[in-house]
């Protein structure tokens, strides 16, 4: 066993641009789901309640131009202080920085002829500043940021249009930046889609009653979305790598009991594989077509969708991994607690974040075996982190010891797996610099390395910190691991 990581294993972290950027209403852009979502004061004790998105929320919030209780709309101002933040990321050692355009900022009016020439020429200073550093940036395409635009003409990506439209915002991308951005992301964590389908896909629960078929037709068109902006981005520069994703719940049996067994199997298909399998091996499983029969769901395909889905497999399977959970066939009378978009069954053998989130690192090797026996691809972990209450203190310190040792047994285990022959290439920690949380809103939920002097209401100086990480990371970089 090695105590390094490959000589070429790409180091860094990942923000989005809707969580980052701020800068709601200028350069052009147009709003966007998260630009709408209200920040509410949340019990952590109890298990996640999903914001309810429908035209009611969006057209209060289209009418509320002040920004208070709107989190992402300031974000934490990387629109403007990218390069201070950039700098920060070079001192750390990054050799990768995964970011996300906006949609919304490069075709504002969804199907304008032209792409923003503001929002472009920002994204170009971006680039440009990470390139100056030898950092690599990695782009995702779609973050969870959807432009409300999409769902005012066209309803969201139930519309076949939508296709069409992605292709043309990617084709945009991969022209602009082609010898600059090596490797991109089509879609953030799709498998997402069933449980937040407004956020991701733009499809409203306005009481159809398809509105699951609808979800899985929007999800089939965001397939082959990605599966012709990878034959385009091949074509426009064969050196492109291009990622699909989802967020990893990996599962276990609650007991030994054959019917819990079963449990896990379906779970572990119902959230992960049958997402990873059409955009990886190019199929709709065999899980997929019994699900879909079983529930009354017919997509609508066109003639050469399913070649298209077989041809233009991703060149990597990139994942985020947070926590674990548990299954069971008869969980009536077990706990529930907090995880990533749901709530999950407690694992009793787990120790749990401040928001309840399973802490799990011998599941991260599982699951990089899983994947990598499954798919035999290159495998890059796009985020993991742990969210906290950090405490900045009056001399400017962070004593996160907590991030430290949280990360630190997950780089044992990921050393683990490299060992066991998974080809795992890239980490990209998620987010190394303290953004507005995803799923609630709050500044107070803090994953970074640095931290933004700013509360949940956008209080503060915003000046940037140091925590302990920030020095610990750095020499987990300078020596490629070799320290953890």
Known sequence: MTNTFPEDFLWGGAIAACQAEGAWNEGGKSLTIPDIMKYEVIDRSKPTKQKIINRETIEAARNDEDPTYYPKRRGIDFYRTYKEDIALFYEMGFSVFRLSISWARVFPNGDDAEPNEEALHYYDQVIEECLKYGIEPLVTISHFDMPIVLIDKFGGWYNRKLVDLYVNYAEVLFKRYKGKVKYWITFNEINMSIKAGPKTLGILNEGQANYEEMLFQGLHHQYVAAALSTKLA???????QIGCMVAYFTTYAHTCAPEDVLAMQEDDQLRNLMYLDIQAKGYYSLFAKKYMRDN?????????????????????????YYMSMVSSANAENLELTAANVTNVLK??????????????PKGLRYTLNHLYDRYEKPLFILENGIGALDKL???????????????????????????DGVDLFGYTMWGP????????????????????????????????????????????IATNGGKL
């Not at 091949?234 to 492109?240: G, Y």
């Not at 041809?311 to 990139?318: H, K, V």
């Not at 310190?397 to 060992?419: C, G, P, S």
């Not at 609630?440 to 002097?453: A, L, N, P």
């Open 347 to 360: 694992n009793p053998h787990l120790e749990a974040s401040d928001w309840g989130w399973q802490i799990d």
């Open 393 to 419: 203190n009056d001399d400017g310190t962070v004593h996160d010891e907590y991030r430290i040792a949280y990360l630190a047994e997950h780089f044992k285990q990921m050393r683990e797996a490299i060992n």
């Open 234 to 240: 091949h074509e426009i520069d064969p050196d492109n």
């Open 433 to 476: 610099i303290d953004i507005i949380s995803s799923g609630t809103s709050e500044m107070k939920k803090r994953y970074g390395f640095i931290y933004v002097d700013q509360d949940d209401l956008g209080n503060g100086t915003k000046k940037r910190y140091r925590k302990d990480s920030f020095y610990w990371f750095k020499d987990v």
């Open 296 to 320: 009354h769901i017919e997509l609508k395909m066109e003639k050469n969708d399913l070649e298209l889905l077989k041809t233009y497999t991703a060149d990597f399977i990139g994942f985020s």
